[in-house]
């Protein structure tokens, strides 16, 4: 891989958090907003063991975002 198509990876990854992001607080304000989805029996396949919230999502994801960025500059 060359280093445009690196730096264009890069980007893609970091557009891809950022979108992720956004989501997370969509379905956090919608899920708030309709708090009977935790009676519903979808909620039994809920995947992880801990909320977003306890997992700390949103720092991981802007850490990610942070050192794309770096990275991204550093080789531009």
Do not use: C, G, T
Request: hydrophobic content about 40%; glycine content about 0%.
């Amino acid at each position: 891989m060359n280093n445009n198509e690196r730096l264009q990876k890069m980007n893609e990854l970091k557009h891809a958090l950022a979108i992720f992001k956004e989501s997370y607080y969509d379905l956090v304000v919608a899920w708030e907003n309709f708090n009977e989805f935790n009676d519903y029996d979808a909620i039994k396949k809920y995947p992880f063991e801990k909320s977003f919230e306890d997992i700390e999502i949103i720092e991981w994801v802007n850490l990610s975002i942070k050192e794309l960025e770096q990275n991204i500059a550093n080789e531009s």
